[in-house]
């Protein structure tokens, strides 16, 4: 990377610094650097994030009363699809590989992932997969005059994909976006599995490694094995919109019900691919805010890899009212419980971990508690959801919507929260500000519970999902009313943050290299880290080295096998 | 403000939980539903013990081992402890076995529902799901119904159960009236099969739940659970042929409207020229109490709107808008509601 050069800029001299500005734009798009590449997901992702949001309000202000009209039907069903597709393809994949790409090579000892190039392709074919998404809203309407946004909803069922039910191209560009943010996923995956295979610095044997790459590496595996099908299926499906195969063609003697299949043996395990970095931020956070070493590190690591796999056999829970017949229900179930067993283990040791500990309530770690609870809540919903025929009650209804929005807001999103607080002065050098931190994070809790701990309950009086509008005398408006006072409470708390991020960049107080008095290896360099990362490529003996070098009496390598 | 609010839906969600027309899982009022409701009690229960048990063990440690600013050993790290196999192991068998019983309670009822054994006195309705309405087909009884299902009550001595046999004519669907049964699905090339058995007669409502294009919310569901008698009279109402030779004159020259005019290409009126299948069977449109799936009650002034333009109550319904004259509009709407 090219080291920056102090230029003296005297005022006036716009051509200088016209050409300086440029040069920046320019280092930045065509940058390898696991760094920046980094930090673009996670701006990318941020920008996403605020438009979902905002999606997100229009939908819960079309629902806060009964039969209201604030927007048409068309209009609802594009919003709902397409705050789906953003959220789970435009925010949680590229968010959780930005801070991938960023941590991973510092906390391994690695001067860049193993393939840059490959890394920077990845990034800005996920990035074009998201703005082709969005230009659907201008050119959905095609050759046709019909369509605009996709309408399908985020798991575009068949055969309501169908030319004949879907006509223009809204559905096309659904289909491209994701074959391409598919890629692009596929792409940074395989960076990360190789950089975590090859790239560890010396000493760091994979049982010393931290758990957040450990999570990172059955992450990307995953993705190897998930999203593969869904790039398979969205084929298919242009296959049948456009050369006349019939894969999903139900008129033409297609299944429904293979595209389900398809769809859910990557929406499932995608669900998991999103939770195990959160459960990676969280196994760094919690430990160091309770000063404690993680408890139970190889438990820790088999119920991460234990996830992974269980996780690639649960998918049809998500089809239990499809007409599996008795005995597909009854594996499916049995799957799906037993995957509670290393998500519990998990959630006792990090229990484990504060236990005996000095626990700091900074922002961070506000941010890491209110996911413990919220994460135990979010998987006991889900057992219930595992009980087939509860689920015959319960599913496509807003029950569902309530507790998956609690593993993707109460959970995920919370310690995508927390690691922003966490790692924010390791990428900027500037510490977001504590105050602003801390109305960020009551009025976000407040927003939260109001929104999706009310949400539960229309799903149990009957009130399915994604209906644009509902009966009056149903008894589900003054729910909805509630749930929509607490989206605007999570909307400002989510400006504040934005504003946080923005202003503490010029007027954060400076960071140091080591603000939390942590023990991975990305806190032994300075703050931002320069292009090389390690001056020295380091050497770890434990699993904490920096807990080794402030401990030369009582170093952790005492204590690992 | 918020407490009196939350009162409030308490308070409402527990006088719908009682009342006829309810939608809640809660209030079961048959065989499915309440073997459900059963399962569910139990899940509850174990899970709010879990709950208790986890968040009180949190709440205890991140109050008892909170940093204490000040105290002799204030700067000091804390003992580091790595782990423990048999505390791991113990976390690791207890949910084990909470998973085993859970998984054994959930297999009795997916059976008994599933693998019933049907009564012979069962009756038959095949149900398909269009959009955005539901069709009706009586196949031993000769019947075709729209939107309204009538079923007979089931009397557990002498079960009289309806089994529905579902597909789709177009896209997924799904069907769920919450206090008979859980929801099943309409796929099209896929046969499924559910059963109800109301022992109370009444109205029972629910609606679509599976998101089947733009009016999926306006796709609502009508079960009248009849007594033997009411049942009986029902079939014998609906198995006659359409009202003709009209008395009425208005309703005689809106037939003639109504078959010159593309209705007849989407809609049925047993034994007139009408046979078309796209739309709802119009045969007795009379004798229903709602109109557009639901969405709005069986009133003249209803009809003639939904006939002149039915995007005003179901914006994205596939019946285009007719565009006849106001004279006409007043025969169809006639003819229609002598349809009974």
């Known amino acids: ?561 | 403000m918020f407490a009196c609010q939350i009162s409030l839906s308490v308070a409402s969600a527990v006088q719908s939980v009682s009342g006829q027309g309810s939608t809640s899982i809660f209030a079961p009022h048959g065989t499915p539903a309440q073997s459900i409701f059963g399962l569910s009690m139990l899940v509850l229960g174990i899970v709010t013990a879990i709950f208790l048990v986890v968040a009180g063990l949190l709440t205890y440690a991140l109050l008892r081992y909170r940093a204490r600013p000040t105290g002799a050993d204030a700067t000091q790290e804390p003992p580091q402890i790595y782990g423990s196999n048999q505390i791991e192991l113990s976390w690791t068998v207890i949910p084990v076995l909470i998973v085993v019983i859970l998984f054994l309670a959930t297999t009795r009822v997916i059976f008994s529902t599933e693998k019933a054994q049907r009564p012979t006195a069962a009756l038959d309705v095949t149900v398909i799901g269009h959009q955005f309405w539901w069709e009706y087909r009586y196949p031993k009884l000769g019947i075709v119904a729209a939107n309204e299902l009538h079923i007979p009550i089931s009397d557990p001595n002498h079960p009289t159960p309806t089994y529905l046999t579902m597909t789709s004519a177009d896209t997924d669907h799904s069907f769920w009236v919450p206090v008979l049964a859980g929801k099943m699905d309409l796929i099209p090339n896929k046969i499924n099969t559910m059963w109800v058995d109301p022992q109370a007669s009444g109205l029972y409502l629910g609606q679509c739940a599976q998101y089947c294009g733009t009016q999926h919310a306006k796709m609502l569901l009508r079960v009248y659970a009849d007594t033997p008698a009411q049942f009986a009279l029902w079939v014998a109402s609906q198995q006659k042929p359409a009202v003709t030779g009209f008395s009425n004159s208005d309703a005689a020259a809106g037939e003639a409207v109504f078959q010159h005019n593309a209705c007849i290409s989407c809609h049925t009126v047993a034994g007139t020229v009408a046979t078309g299948r796209f739309g709802p069977d119009l045969t007795h449109v009379g004798s229903r109490d709602t109109i557009a799936s639901g969405a709005v009650p069986n009133t003249p002034a209803n009809i003639r709107t939904f006939v002149d333009d039915p995007a005003h109550f179901k914006p994205g319904a596939l019946m285009p808008p007719m565009h006849l004259n106001d004279h006409d509009l007043d025969l169809v709407t006639a003819y229609l509601t002598s349809l009974k």
Not at chain 1, 39 to 60: P, S
Not at chain 1, 440 to 464: C, K, R, V
Request: aromatic residues 18%; proline residues 6%; hydrophobic residues 50%.
């Open chain 1, 1 to 561: 990377m090219a080291t920056q050069t102090p230029i003296a800029i005297s005022k006036g001299d716009t051509a200088l610094s016209r050409r300086l500005f440029f040069d920046a734009v320019q280092d930045w798009l065509t940058t390898v650097d696991h760094k920046k590449i980094g930090i673009m997901y996670i701006v990318y992702a941020l920008l996403f994030l605020v438009v979902g949001g905002f999606e997100a309000l229009l939908i819960r202000i079309q629902l806060a009363i009964p039969n209201n009209t604030f927007v048409s039907p068309q209009a609802f069903n594009r919003l709902f699809t397409m705050h789906g597709t953003t959220m789970v393809f435009f925010v949680g994949m590229p968010i959780l590989f930005g801070f991938g790409n960023y941590l991973i090579p510092l906390m391994i000892g690695a001067r860049d992932m193993a393939f840059p190039r490959l890394n920077s392709f990845s990034f800005w074919i996920s990035a074009f997969g998201g703005v082709l998404l969005y230009f659907s809203y201008l050119g959905g309407d095609g050759l046709y005059g019909a369509g605009s946004a996709p309408d399908v909803g985020w798991f575009a069922y068949a055969p309501l994909t169908a030319r004949i039910f879907s006509p223009g191209h809204s559905t096309d560009y659904w289909t491209l976006a994701l074959l391409l943010s598919g890629v692009g996923s596929i792409g940074t995956a395989l960076n990360i599995v190789a950089t975590i295979i090859c790239m560890r610095c010396p000493g760091m044997r994979l049982n010393r490694m931290p758990l957040l790459p450990w999570l990172y590496l059955v992450t990307s595996v995953m993705v190897f094995v998930a999203v593969s099908p869904l790039t398979a299926a969205q084929i298919m499906l242009m296959l049948d919109r456009y050369v006349g195969s019939h894969f999903f063609d139900t008129q033409a003697g297609g299944s429904a019900v293979l595209w389900m299949h398809f769809f859910w043996i990557f929406g499932h395990p995608e669900v998991y691919i999103l939770v195990l970095p959160a459960f990676a931020f969280a196994n760094e956070i919690i430990p160091v805010f309770s000063r404690k070493a993680i408890f139970g590190y190889p438990a820790m690591v088999a119920a991460s890899v234990g996830i992974g796999f269980i996780s690639l056999s649960v998918w049809a829970h998500h089809m239990f009212t499809v007409g599996l017949g008795p005995y597909g229900n009854t594996f499916f179930a049995f799957a799906t419980m037993i995957i509670a067993v290393p998500t519990g283990i998990k959630i006792f040791n990090w229990l484990a971990t504060l236990w005996g500990g000095k626990i700091q309530f900074t922002v961070p770690m506000m941010f890491a508690v209110a996911f413990l609870f919220q994460f135990l809540i979010a998987g006991l919903t889900g057992i219930m959801l595992s009980i087939v025929p509860f689920d015959w009650q319960l599913g496509n209804s807003y029950f569902v919507v309530a507790h998956f929005h609690y593993v993707l807001v109460g959970a995920i999103l919370y310690m995508i929260f927390s690691a922003f607080y966490f790692w924010y002065p390791k990428m900027t050098g500037r510490m977001l500000n504590v105050a602003l931190g801390k109305w960020h994070f009551w009025l976000f809790l407040i927003g939260f519970h109001l929104t999706f701990d009310f949400m539960h309950i229309p799903g149990i009086l009957g009130m399915p999902r994604r209906i644009y509008t509902y009966e009056a005398d149903r008894g589900w408006g003054t729910l909805n009313m509630i749930v929509s006072i607490g989206a605007i409470f999570q909307a400002v708390a989510t400006l504040i943050f934005v504003y946080n991020l923005v202003s503490s960049y010029f007027k954060g107080e400076v960071a140091g290299a080591d603000p939390w008095d942590a023990w991975t290896l990305e806190w032994s360099t300075t703050s931002p880290p320069p292009g090389y990362n390690f001056a020295i490529t380091p050497t770890v003996e434990s699993r904490r080295p920096l807990w080794d070098l402030k401990h030369p009496e009582d170093p952790d390598s005492n204590y690992e096998e």
